[in-house]
């Protein structure tokens, strides 16, 4: 699976940006996909995933200003509102089979991975 997010840009404080991510290759079989971010010199976490069937999870603390979608088989969108500093990182858009639960926003269980779009934040 080949994915290429876009949307990625610099915003204020409180502003709102739309990522999305195209999907092609693959298989037939509908997989899952979610959104994950990398702070500067931090760690790659989980911000939201979509099961093939709609169900969506998302991480505990974006819960309310972030929401994913699958606004097509193979396009993925995240709306981000209320974005903070904290939010500042590189976003990137992962795929993959047989992902359930709290196993769809684990990074390490991914393998397909798009090359990111840079969201910035300021004061």
């Known amino acids: 699976v080949q994915l290429v997010e876009s949307g990625g840009g610099s915003v204020q404080s409180g502003g709102s940006l739309r990522l999305s991510c195209a999907a092609s290759g693959g298989t037939y079989s509908p997989y899952c996909m979610g959104w994950f971010r990398q702070a500067p010199g931090k760690g790659r976490e989980g911000v939201a995933s979509v099961e093939p069937d709609g169900t969506t999870h998302y991480a505990d603390s974006l819960k309310g200003r972030f929401t994913i979608s699958k606004i097509a088989v193979n396009t993925l969108n995240l709306q981000m509102n209320n974005l903070q500093p904290d939010d500042t990182a590189t976003y990137y858009c992962?795929?993959?089979?047989?992902?359930?639960?709290?196993?769809?926003?684990?990074?390490?269980?991914?393998?397909?991975w798009g090359q990111g779009t840079r969201v910035t934040v300021t004061d």
């Open positions: 992962a795929a993959d089979w047989g992902l359930y639960g709290t196993l769809s926003l684990q990074t390490s269980r991914y393998n397909n």
